[in-house]
C-alpha cells in the first residue's frame, strides 16, 4: 500500500518507518504525503496506544529531499514546507504518545521529524543537525522554533549558524534526545517504553500531552488553568476510576480508553 514508508501494529504499539534507504530515507513530497496517510490511520485507529518512528538501514532521515527541493522556485518550496509542517504538527497535536528511535542521520528533515515526536531515543551510533544553512536555506520544518524550544535559543542558533552534526552523545547532553543506547539496542529500549506508555491510562497519557504541549507556550496562569481543565477531564473518564480502584484493591488496573 505504501512505497516510501513502512506501518504497521503489533501488540497496540504502531511501527512508523520512513523505507527509502538509497536516498538515506530523505523526505520528498511523495514520502511526505504517505506519511500524512499513516497518521490519519493512526488517528483512526484506538487499538494503537503508542507509535514509534524510525527508519529503514543506516539512516533515520537524512533531511529534505535535497534533489527535489534544487528543482523548486518559491511558490513550490512553500507548498513542500506546507506538507512537512502538517506532518510535524499531526504528531505534535495528536493525542497518542511518539516515540523517536532514531537509528543514524537525523539531519535537516530528519531532526525536526525527531523533534516533533515526543520522546527521542538515540542509537550510539545517531548523527543530528540541522545543515540548511550549508545550502542556502534555513530548517524549514519547523526546527528553528522546536530546535529552540528543546535546547534552548543559544545553543539552537549555535547549530542552525554552524550548521555543524553532532553525535548521540552530545545531542543528550544539551537535551536534544532522551536516552541513547547501543544500535542493537535501540528498538528493543523504544519498544519497552512504548509498551509502558501503553500500558497506562489513554486518557490520561493524552491529556498529559495536551497539558504539555498546550501549556508550554502559555503564561503560567493560563497554563496551569489548562492543566486542572485537562485533569477535570480525565476524573470524567472511567478509567480514573479503573487506575483508582484497582490501586485500592492492589491489582492492576484494566484501562479502556473510556
Ligand atoms: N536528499 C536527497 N538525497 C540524499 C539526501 C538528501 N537529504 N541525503 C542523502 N541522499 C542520497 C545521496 O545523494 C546518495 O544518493 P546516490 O547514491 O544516488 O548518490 C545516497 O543518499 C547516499 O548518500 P551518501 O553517498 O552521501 O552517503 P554518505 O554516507 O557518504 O553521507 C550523509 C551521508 C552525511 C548523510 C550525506 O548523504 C549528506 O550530507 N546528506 C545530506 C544531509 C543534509 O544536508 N540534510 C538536510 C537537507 S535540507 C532539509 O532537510 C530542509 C528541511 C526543511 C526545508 C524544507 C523546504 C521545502
Known sequence: MYENIKYEVKEGIGYLTI????ALNALNTEVLAELQQALGEIEAD??????????????????ADIAQMSKLN?????????????????????PKPFIAA?????????CELAMACDIRIASEKALFGQPEVGLGII???????????????GMAK?????????????????????KVVAPEELMPEAEKLAKTIA?????????????????????SKSASQFEVEATTVCFGSEDQKEGMAAFLEKRAPEFKNR
Open 19 to 22: 523505507n527509502r534507504p538509497k
Open 46 to 63: 484506538e487499538a494503537v496506544k503508542a507509535v514509534i518512528v524510525t527508519g529503514e538501514g543506516r539512516s533515520f532521515v537524512a533531511g
Open 74 to 94: 518559491a511558490v513550490e518550496g512553500r507548498a513542500m514546507m506546507a506538507a512537512g509542517h502538517k506532518v510535524m504538527d499531526t504528531i505534535e497535536q495528536m
Open 102 to 110: 532514531v537509528n543514524g542521520f537525523a539531519l535537516g528533515g530528519g
Open 139 to 153: 530548517p524549514g520544518f519547523d526546527g528553528t522554533q522546536r530546535l529552540p524550544r528543546l535546547v534552548g535559543k
Open 158 to 178: 549555535y547549530l542552525i549558524y554552524s550548521a555543524q552534526n553532532i553525535k548521540a552523545d552530545e545531542a543528550l547532553r544539551i537535551g536534544l534526545v532522551e
Open 199 to 219: 500500558s497506562k491510562a489513554p486518557i490520561a497519557v493524552a491529556q498529559a500531552k495536551i497539558a504539555i504541549n498546550n501549556g508550554y507556550d502559555m503564561d
